[in-house]
């Protein structure tokens, strides 16, 4: 894509600078919707169940797409390409990836339907080099699926599913570094699906299993004990919990195929005290379930699944709901994401930027991981040529003095990039004068406050100005002699400029910046 407009303007004078400057300018960033990695970047076969994030900005995904060995993986992306973590069959999974969660040292974890030499199932490891089983071969063991890991701030790895003790009960495991154990007794009858933890240790962890009244409910360990969150009955969810979260002030999100007295689906809120619909009742109205919600960087609460932005399921597109603190919107705008299948997973890292996977799909009918955020750049290019050259700006050949900007597909993201170039155009004999710029010398540069200039073996009256980047200028003096002067620029804005010496027909430049 290419959009351009020009402004010619003659503003540009012969006191102009011949350097080239490079840099970016504080202007509003567009936020919007785009596939990471390009269009079929990933080109994954099947569906994106799972999604994480490390602390050095890399993207992660599972589900149930395979590699060209038919082998299920973990792919990766850096901020330039996708690849398989591990290369070709590096970790070749025989089963489903379900869910993905690193630690503070970047070790990346896979769970899922997955099984050893053993045909036990188990929670898989990335060091960075390999692939290994956590805790070694059958360390864990697990007899059933893995449907959910996360890791907490010691670096300790738990792990739910439908995998049972020896009771026949399903339960949380923990990997504390040296052994799997089993967390406290749980004795849930029903699959665990949503395990996370807060600041404070807790762990809290919800899915198909009930309390002695027949309802869902969040469960939360405090290092002793397990308890209901918020009692017996507080929440009463009459369908699975599927995805759960905690914010920096310890309240605790709850989503997944349970209703309202409306039956409508929502996300629950524990503050501390109750139980409550956020935003209200029907606020979201939600018409199918809420697989997946999470929070930035700065709390905000966002929740995605199957619902859609229409009458009913079958109607409409899914998209991406944001929590603002006063309503529920649409993230990018109404279709902003259009997706054509269900949100799996959303996920947001530490820039804010939001990221979600699922069944959906790309203009050539591959499913793909979405992200919203800041897209667009602003940079400016500032320059000159001698009369007779000219600059080559995106295709373009300018020999004119103006500004132009153009609007750019600068990256393999798809985001655009809009840049203004500054252009002058300098008199041939200038070339000579700057050639020169070795007997005059600027200190100290960067400065502050005032700037001492010097020109070599002269003591001849001279006139020395401050010049501003687009050829204007600031200020200027004479001097007896241009041996030595001091100039004060305390009152200039911060940014860079040239100082000039004239005298016996010779011009001597410099840049200064003020800082």
């Known amino acids: 894509m290419k959009m351009v407009m020009y402004s010619f303007s003659s503003f540009f004078k012969r006191t102009c600078f011949l350097s080239l400057i490079l840099f970016s300018t504080l202007c509003l960033k567009a936020q919007i919707w785009t596939e990471l990695g390009g269009l079929n970047g990933l080109s994954p076969n099947n569906m994106i169940q799972s999604l994480c994030y490390d602390t050095a900005g890399n993207i992660y995904a599972g589900g149930q797409f395979k590699n060209s060995s038919g082998k299920f993986y973990v792919a990766k992306w850096d901020g330039t390409i996708w690849s398989e973590l591990g290369g070709l069959n590096g970790l070749a999974a025989n089963g489903n990836i379900l869910d993905l969660c690193t630690d503070t040292l970047g070790n ?22 390999n692939w290994t089983e956590l805790g070694g071969l059958n360390g864990l063991a697990a007899n059933a699926i893995i449907y959910a890991i996360s890791s907490d701030y010691y670096g300790n790895i738990y792990a739910g599913g439908s995998f049972t003790n020896l009771s026949g009960y399903q339960y949380v495991a923990k990997w504390d570094g040296i052994s799997w154990a089993e967390v406290g007794a749980l004795n849930a009858v029903g699959a665990i699906s949503a395990i996370c933890g807060d600041s404070f240790g807790n762990i809290y962890v919800a899915g198909a299993f009930k309390n002695t009244s027949g309802s869902r409910y969040v469960a939360k360990w ?107 919107s649409e993230v990018g705008g109404f279709n902003g994401l259009a997706a054509d299948g269900g949100i799996n997973k959303i996920i ?15 203009s050539s009918g591959y499913q793909y991981v979405a992200k919203y955020g800041i897209c667009r750049m602003y940079d400016t290019i500032t320059t000159s040529i001698i009369s007779g050259n000219n600059y080559v700006f995106n295709g373009d050949t300018l020999t004119i003095a103006g500004m132009y900007n153009d609007t750019l597909n600068t990256s393999i993201t798809g985001c655009d990039s809009v840049v203004t170039l500054i252009l002058s155009v300098l008199p041939n004999e200038v070339n000579d004068i700057e050639g020169s710029n070795s007997n005059m ?75």
């Open 108 to 129: 990346v974890y896979a769970g899922g339907d997955f099984r050893n030499a053993s045909s036990k199932y188990y929670v898989a490891k990335w060091d960075g080099t």
């Open 222 to 328: 405090d290092g002793v004990s397990w308890s209901e969150v918020g009692g017996i009955n507080s929440l009463a969810a009459n369908a699975n919990i599927q995805s759960i979260r905690v914010d920096t002030i310890g309240n605790v999100y709850a989503s997944g195929a349970f209703k309202n007295a409306n039956a409508k689906q929502y996300v629950a809120k524990w503050d501390g005290i109750s139980w409550s619909e956020v935003g209200g009742l029907n606020a979201l109205s939600a018409n199918y379930d809420i697989k997946s919600v999470c929070l930035d960087n700065a709390d905000r609460l966002y929740a995605a699944g199957w619902f859609t932005n229409g009458t009913s399921p079958g109607n409409g597109n899914k998209y991406v709901a944001e929590w603002n603190g006063n309503g529920w």
């Open 348 to 362: 947001s890292d530490k820039n804010g930027n939001i990221y979600a996977g699922g069944t959906f799909h790309n």
């Open 441 to 515: 010398q600027v200190f100290p540069n960067p400065t502050s406050d005032f700037i001492i200039v010097n020109i070599n073996n002269n003591e001849h009256k001279a006139k020395f100005k401050i010049i501003d980047l687009t050829g204007n200028v600031i200020t200027e003096q004479l001097s007896e002699t241009s041996k030595k002067i001091i100039i004060d620029l305390s009152k200039l804005s911060k940014g860079i400029y040239f100082v000039e010496c004239q005298y016996l027909g010779k011009v001597f430049r410099r840049k200064v910046i003020k800082d």
